[in-house]
């Protein structure tokens, strides 16, 4: 069983339309939660950052950790043509040697269409 | 511009033919990390270093070198490349004490 999981999609959803990303995760130690965003020919590029349980929104863009249920989400409102890219989860916590290791998931990806 | 930067951005070689693809971060990071990017694999932690001098195997090691004789380089070496490190390539920094990766812009590599 991978540490991360997460749909790969692709997710097609129309101009407008609330998205809804999700990663499952089975390591308990993970305590610092992100969404990492990466276009065609890019590296990724940091979206979100969210620490233990809880939401935090950013604009259109909310993201949302249930660590009971080991369960990350990432919500975006009024999708945009210009939010296509691929979702990365990354998650992290102190592991081995005192390095905070980041584990991603597979990514998912989106396309909005106008 | 703070920045980390790659090159090459893309490359075609040959099975056995050593190869170094270079990573610099002008950031002042201690720590630096080379990732590879499958499909439905996602980004994988080849090595990573946490300053100067200081590296360590991630999750798949086999095959790949690394050194940190500067704090702004971190060269990916391949000694004898073999088609199953076909790859897109990502070399990323961070500060110490934070969790916010810069990645690099990539480097595509295949190995024929």
């Known amino acids: 069983q991978k540490e991360v999981e997460q749909d790969p999609g692709p997710l097609s959803v129309p101009e407008g339309a609330i998205v809804s990303l999700n990663c499952t995760y089975s390591n308990s130690a993970f305590q610092y939660f992100m969404w990492y965003r990466q276009y065609s020919r890019k590296g990724p590029e940091l979206l979100m950052y969210t620490y233990s349980s809880g939401n935090k929104e950013d604009g259109r863009f909310t993201a949302q950790v249930d660590k009971s249920s080991k369960y990350i989400s990432l919500f975006i409102r009024d999708s945009q043509p210009s939010d296509s890219a691929t979702y990365l989860c990354a998650m992290s916590g102190m592991f081995s040697g005192g390095y905070n290791k980041l584990i991603f998931g597979a990514g998912t990806r989106l396309a909005v269409h106008p | 511009e703070a920045q980390v930067t790659q090159n090459p951005r893309y490359l075609i070689t040959v099975t056995g033919k050593k190869l170094t693809v270079t990573c610099s971060q002008n950031?002042?990071?201690?720590?630096m990390s080379w990732y590879r990017q499958d499909p439905g694999l996602g980004l994988r932690q080849i090595y990573y270093?946490?300053?100067?001098?200081?590296?360590d195997k991630g999750d798949v090691p086999e095959g790949y070198k690394v050194s940190r004789k500067e704090k702004r380089n971190f060269p990916l070496i391949l000694e004898s490349p073999s088609p199953n490190q076909t790859s897109l390539y990502f070399c990323?920094?961070?500060?110490?004490?934070?969790?916010?990766?810069?990645f690099g812009p990539g480097t595509r590599l295949t190995v024929l």
């Open positions: 950031m002042n990071h201690e720590y």
């Open positions: 270093s946490m300053n100067v001098e200081v590296t």
């Open positions: 990323a920094s961070r500060l110490g004490g934070t969790d916010t990766q810069y």
